[in-house]
């Protein structure tokens, strides 16, 4: 198993352009995650889906970002129109219910620089 | 709402010294506790959970529901350890958060020879 893929690895736009990160979580994973990571804040939850749905999108920073996930194996996350403040590493996750928290496991991130 | 605070960005030890990572939450329930690594150019990655009362790579950590802390320790620290470390909190199954996994900011732990 790859693990949970994303891509891009590197992301480098211009102020006001959208952008888009994709995620491909492990096969047979119920949740999935997205996660932002900067210096100042550590890692902030996003939004996260269980079986497709939206469970929790409260920390999604504002109207510009925005998250789907069509089925079980593809997810996004759009940013329209892209800020300077967003530059940060974006992390996708996913994990399998249980009957207990079981853990997460990480894609290797993308990096997006708005300049 | 749920909240995890790790108080230290930095902390550096030498090696063989004795090494604490601080981490404080806020839960109105019964959580489960995590704590994740993440080595340089590596995934981050599932370290050690309270409810297995572990040992992972020398590094134990005590659910202390009376204070809220969930400390990691290690009592001779390696310069293999050297990564960042973030606390995470989830509620139990069964509970409204249960799957939501909330993290502190991270601690970058730098061993020194």
């Known amino acids: 198993d790859a693990g949970v893929i994303q891509s891009p690895r590197h992301e480098v736009t211009e102020m006001g352009q959208e952008v888009t990160l994709r995620c491909k979580p492990i096969?047979?994973?119920?949740?999935l995650f997205w996660y932002r990571q900067t210096m100042m804040r550590g890692l902030e939850l996003l939004i996260y889906?269980?079986?497709?749905?939206?469970?929790?999108d409260s920390g999604m920073p504002e109207d510009r970002f925005s998250a789907k996930m069509p089925n079980a194996s593809f997810s996004t996350l759009k940013i329209q129109p892209s800020e300077p403040r967003d530059s940060a590493v974006y992390f996708c996750?996913?994990?399998?219910?249980?009957?207990?928290?079981?853990?997460?496991?990480f894609g290797n991130g993308t990096r997006l620089t708005v300049t | 709402a749920q909240r995890v605070t790790q108080p230290e960005k930095l902390l550096s030890v030498f090696k063989g010294a004795p090494v604490e990572l601080k981490c404080n939450y806020s839960?109105?329930?019964?959580?489960?506790l995590f704590w994740y690594v993440q080595y340089s150019r590596q995934r981050l990655q599932l370290l050690l959970r309270?409810?297995s009362r572990e040992s992972i790579k020398g590094f134990t950590a005590d659910l202390n529901k009376g204070e809220t802390s969930f400390h990691l320790k290690k009592p001779f620290a390696q310069e293999e350890d050297s990564a960042m470390y973030y606390c995470?909190?989830?509620?139990?199954?069964?509970?409204?958060?249960?799957?939501?996994?909330?993290f502190g900011q991270g601690t970058i732990l730098t061993v020194h020879p």
């Open positions: 996750a996913s994990s399998f219910s249980r009957g207990t928290n079981s853990p997460l496991h």
């Open positions: 096969s047979g994973h119920d949740y």
């Open positions: 889906f269980n079986n497709n749905v939206p469970i929790d």
């Open positions: 839960y109105s329930g019964s959580p489960e």
């Open positions: 309270h409810i």
């Open positions: 995470a909190l989830s509620g139990r199954p069964g509970g409204t958060s249960y799957g939501k996994l909330t």
